[in-house]
């Protein structure tokens, strides 16, 4: 693979590499995030599922969330490493910036679900934070506003609305 960032799973059997910058990147503090993951968050790049080039085959377990809906988390089917994940729009992923082969690349553009944040956490001051969500409008840069109303066109076209 070569171009754009690159990543995948710990045992390989599962790479991927983007084909362009992603929409934007989260850092999630959520329960759900924090129990999925182990960890005290989860950093997502929100990226289009046609601009990730995926070598292997991961495989879609669908996990309960605490609201009710379901996310399907894709896993490698050797090492079960979480590589990407969606939430009800399958040409949208977000992909798990742990699993980048330069995981600081991923700086993320905004701190979610900042209400549920362990206290040791502190939070870069010159980053967006919010208490649970936010107003995409207001934050994303006009061309992945663009890119993102271009998935609601095509969902709207078949219909998905």
């Not at 929100?46 to 085959?57: P, S, T, Y």
């Not at 399907?72 to 050797?78: A, T």
């Amino acid at each position: 693979m070569s171009g754009g960032r690159e990543g995948g799973c710990s045992c390989g059997a599962v790479r991927y590499r983007l084909t362009s910058e992603p929409l934007f990147v989260h850092c999630c503090h959520c329960l759900n995030c924090q129990r999925q993951t182990g960890s005290a968050f989860v950093v997502n790049l929100l990226i289009e599922a046609d601009r990730v080039h995926v070598e292997g085959e991961p495989y879609p377990v669908d996990a309960p969330r605490d609201d009710g809906s379901m996310q399907r988390i894709h896993r490698c089917p050797v090492c079960q490493v979480a590589v990407f994940s969606e939430y009800g729009w399958p040409e949208l992923l977000f992909v798990r910036g742990g699993t980048l082969d330069e995981p600081s690349s991923a700086e993320p553009d905004v701190h979610i679900f900042t209400k549920s944040k362990v206290p040791w956490v502190e939070l870069p001051g010159d980053t967006p934070a919010f208490d649970v969500y936010y107003d995409s409008k207001s934050l994303w840069p006009a061309e992945s506003l663009e890119r993102r109303d271009a998935i609601v066109a095509l969902r709207a076209q078949r219909g998905d609305g």
